[in-house]
């Protein structure tokens, strides 16, 4: 009968005291440390251009709702008109 796999908890301070000597970045998570992508020249290549496109295609395709329902709001209100 094999041993049932025991998985590592961490305490906050260990992981700060664990990311200050790390190499790599990582997160902390409930108690769990994982690493983190990025970091390098091509990952922040990779990312401005992806929010490059966002910005430039994606945005201006999308429908504004906010200022749809703000119009809509504004049109069922009855406005008084000072006398």
Known sequence: MA????ELSFTPEEYLAFEREAKTR???LDGQIYTMAGGS???NQICFNTADI???VVLPA???????IKKESARNRK???PR
């Open 41 to 43: 020249p091509p990952h």
């Open 3 to 6: 041993l049932p796999k025991r």
């Open 62 to 68: 999308l429908p504004a709702p906010l200022t749809l």
């Open 54 to 56: 966002y910005d430039r």
């Open 26 to 28: 990582h997160e902390y």
């Open 79 to 81: 406005v008084k008109k």
